[in-house]
């Protein structure tokens, strides 16, 4: 009827084993890498690296308006609101030019036409109140990530992020992206 002392030892090893294994497993699938925890989520921004700081557009084109043409590319930006703010992760849909990258957004055509005469004020008024485009609107727009594409656009401050001076970063408005 009674054990002896040394399989009680063994079956509490291998119980405290199998519970370390299932905790440390658990711990991985909750706290683990983006990665790991994509694949359950099936989340597709998991495959879009991060912007750099390099890779953005800091200052104004000259000229502002003209054709464009480049590779979309999908990529996340945090953006910072202040210097407690933790950050917010942006999914843009980006076009890729001499190691650039500019987000694209879809302005109407009263919109874009003021952006070419030079009112950036324009923006905040557009009857389509868009944002950048995100990378998951690029079907809807017929194109396809990684996939070259020619658009006729101005440049403007499409987003304002920063700690404490809300630095601009330009981006591309145009009434429509076509394949190149």
């Not at 099936?42 to 700081?53: C, T, V």
């Not at 502002?64 to 043409?69: D, L």
Request: net charge negative; proline share 4%.
């Amino acid at each position: 009827m009674g054990r002896a002392k040394g399989d009680t030892t063994a079956s509490m090893n291998r119980v405290v084993t199998r519970r370390a294994m299932v905790l440390s497993s658990c711990g991985v699938a909750l706290l683990g890498c983006a990665r790991v925890r994509s694949l359950f989520a099936d989340d597709p921004s998991a495959d879009e690296r991060f912007l750099l700081d390099t890779e953005l557009l800091r200052e104004p084109l000259n000229p502002a308006a003209g054709s464009f043409s480049g590779v979309l590319e999908a990529r996340r930006f945090m953006s910072y609101a202040g210097c407690s703010d933790q950050g917010t992760a942006l999914r843009w849909l980006v076009l890729e030019r001499a190691g650039i990258r500019m987000p694209l957004r879809i302005v109407s055509e009263s919109t874009f036409s003021a952006l070419r005469a030079g009112d950036e004020g324009a923006l905040e008024n557009d009857e389509l109140h868009g944002e950048p485009v995100a990378p998951d609107e690029a079907a809807r727009l017929g194109l396809a990530v990684g996939e070259r594409v020619q658009l006729e656009a101005v440049c403007a401050a499409l987003h304002f992020s920063g700690t404490l001076t809300l630095d601009p970063i330009y981006g591309l408005c145009a009434k429509q992206i076509t394949r190149a």
